[in-house]
């Protein structure tokens, strides 16, 4: 399916799993900011939405309850990534407040999640660079998982390599991260487009970019 028809799945299935204040948030507080992240980033890069949860609700520090806009949680990770933008209310907003952000920032921090950012207009005009930043933090995380594979230690450097950097990789790049040989490296790179683990992005008898291929993504999805 498409990004519409996911979406709406998406949507439909967390509705109908909420009751309460829960579903209030989620009905009143996801709007054309959260849509436009998930449309414009999340899915350009995985083409799903698994693992990722919509106002999610974790305990406030004032023993309360909070919201993020997304919670991206699987075994040992959690990460939380807020779409804010610039109104009105900012400029309104009093220095209490302020630090009473900071504080709940914070603790989230301290109590596990990584916190993630961006603004509304950096979701619009920069989607590639809010990509970027997705796919390094996740990559961070889920780098780990090649350690299951078959792969050889250098052909999982390589591809860990990819992942942080989240965006193509040359060859050069390669030889100067693991301190190998031109000769070794074209190799290793050969071997990794054969097992379909990269694609070339740039270049046709002579390759100068490559790209991570979905055998890659498919432990992030």
Not at 23 to 47: C, D, I, S, T
Not at 97 to 116: H, K
Not at 200 to 207: E, H, L, N
Request: hydrophobic share 35%.
């Amino acid at each position: 399916m498409g990004f519409e028809e996911e979406y709406q799945a998406f949507m439909n299935a967390h509705l109908q799993a909420r009751t309460g204040e829960r579903l209030r948030r989620l009905q009143e507080g996801h709007n054309q900011a959260e849509m436009l992240f998930l449309k414009q980033v999340w899915w350009p890069l995985f083409y799903h939405f698994r693992y990722l949860h919509p106002e999610y609700e974790v305990n406030d520090f004032k023993d309360g309850k909070r919201y993020l806009d997304f919670a991206y949680i699987r075994p040992a990770i959690r990460i939380c990534f807020e779409v804010d933008g610039y109104g009105p209310h900012l400029k309104n907003i009093s220095r209490w407040q302020f630090s009473d952000n900071l504080e709940r920032q914070n603790q989230l921090v301290i109590d596990g999640w990584t916190v993630i950012r961006f603004s509304y207009d950096q979701v619009k005009e920069k989607p590639r660079q809010c990509q970027q930043i997705v796919q390094q933090v996740i990559g961070q995380w889920l780098g780990d998982e090649l350690d299951q594979t078959s792969l050889s230690f250098i052909e999982k450097e390589v591809l860990r390599l990819a992942i942080r950097k989240g965006e193509d990789v040359s060859p050069k790049e390669v030889e100067e991260y693991l301190k190998l040989c031109d000769k070794t490296v074209k190799k290793v790179l050969t071997q990794l487009v054969d097992k379909k683990m990269l694609i070339p992005a740039s270049g046709i008898k002579r390759i100068r970019s490559y790209r991570l291929g979905d055998h890659v993504k498919y432990p992030i999805r």
